[in-house]
């Protein structure tokens, strides 16, 4: 279930209003409309501002919802062949927020994600694969020093205020669940759900 | 009405703060142990800093208490069981002494070594006293769970060491004054 409305952070509100762009799809579309010798791998970095990861969790009957930051994006898309498509993204979890202050220390404390000694999570795909207008990015994330495959699901969209066609900036969308306790980060678990869904918003621009 | 201990009777400062600490320590017990059971939410989630500030209060509570008994020694209990019990009932008010004291610095340590702050009356945010550790986060709240409940059992015998004294102890302490059946108080 993804966070009420209220309570995403302003990247995945503005999210609402971008003009969404497909990863098999409509990646076609716009790689018809650029230039076609550029139908080939392209190499993009985050653009920090207006990328975050909105996570959830349950608690109780309500839930724990927060954001941590991205600090590294770094992608490779081939419009032309997802096969070739490479995507990591680095999270800073030392700056993990949460909607109370005792979410956000439990969080970043030892028996969570142990940001003192794991300050990073880090997310590399290995395979991606067409579904729907989207795409499932297969890879593995590594969350307070163990690595777990997961798989993401993938939209790409083209930023608010790009030329139609465009593909110098782009903002990816990947959100998937993982189970915290196959990290050991299972620290209260009779307060807080095994389930975080996690929302990975992050602004693109295409390098130099 | 006396503000400090006599030879035979109990001050109200004495009073006050004993009695003071009992309501407290029952109340946090209790407290402790309905968030242990509680579903967990927004709207009670101020419970656990409810249950920190009273520790904490009554951490500096029997800290004062201490200080006041060198300061107004409290009376020789009354000598009416025999100089084993009343020795038994000495060791009993040490263990519960240090255990008013231990608990809630472990509790203090155990919430640091979770990584989350002890904030008394939701406005000052005490330093932490362990550094953040999982090992030492599970030891240190398994620890003050378990001597809570010691305390608890201790607390019971020694409100039942009281109500079975039939020599004014329990009124000494609740109204200050000797038992006018057993006015004089056993050497220590």
Redesign the interface.
Same mark, same amino acid.
């Given at each position: 279930m993804p966070p009420a409305p209220h309570q995403r952070p302003r990247a995945l509100r503005t999210l609402a209003s971008a003009l969404p762009i497909v990863l098999a799809a409509t990646l076609a579309a716009l790689t018809a409309t650029a230039e076609p010798a550029r139908a080939i791998p392209r190499h993009y970095l985050l653009e920090t501002a207006g990328s975050s990861v909105g996570y959830e969790a349950d608690f109780g009957k309500d839930k724990i919802v927060g954001t941590i930051p991205v600090s590294m994006a770094n992608l490779t898309l081939d419009f032309a062949s997802l096969a070739n498509c490479r995507v990591q993204v680095v999270l800073d979890a030392a700056a993990a927020t949460a909607n109370f202050p005792f979410a956000a220390q439990a969080l970043r404390g030892p028996l969570v994600l142990d940001t003192a000694r794991h300050p990073d999570i880090r997310f590399v795909s290995t395979a991606v694969h067409p579904k729907g207008d989207g795409a499932l990015i297969d890879g593995n994330i590594t969350i307070r020093g163990v690595t777990r495959p997961i798989t993401l699901d993938a939209a790409l969209y083209r930023q608010r205020g790009t030329a139609k066609g465009s593909l110098d900036r782009l903002q990816i969308r990947l959100k998937g669940t993982i189970q915290r306790d196959a990290f050991n980060a299972d620290g209260w678990s009779s307060m807080v759900g095994n389930d975080v869904r996690i929302d990975i918003i992050a602004d693109i621009r295409e390098q130099g | 009405m006396p503000l400090r201990n006599g030879p035979r009777e109990f001050g109200a400062i004495s009073r006050a703060i004993h009695w003071l600490m009992a309501v407290g320590i029952l109340g946090t017990s209790v407290l402790g142990i309905v968030i242990l059971r509680l %579903?967990? *939410?927004?709207?009670n989630?101020w419970l656990? #800093?409810l249950h920190k500030t009273i520790g904490i209060v009554l951490l500096a509570a029997v800290l004062l208490r201490l200080l006041w008994h060198w300061a107004s020694p409290t009376p020789a209990p009354l000598d009416s069981h025999g100089a084993g019990r009343a020795r038994l009932a000495r060791r009993a008010h040490w263990v519960l002494y240090a255990l008013m004291i231990a608990i809630p610095l472990i509790g203090w340590a155990g919430s640091a $070594? %979770? #990584?989350?702050?002890v904030i008394v009356f939701g406005r000052w945010t005490l330093p932490p006293l362990v550094p $953040? *550790? $999982?090992t030492a $986060?599970k030891g240190l709240m398994a620890l003050h769970h378990w001597l809570a409940l010691a305390m608890l059992g201790l607390v019971a015998v020694h409100v039942a060491g009281a109500l079975s004294r039939r020599d004014g102890t329990l009124r000494r302490m609740i109204l200050g004054r000797p038992s006018p059946e057993n006015p004089n108080p056993t050497s220590r």
């Open positions: - | %579903t967990p *939410s927004l709207s989630i656990y #800093g $070594a %979770t #990584g989350i702050d $953040a *550790s $999982a $986060a």
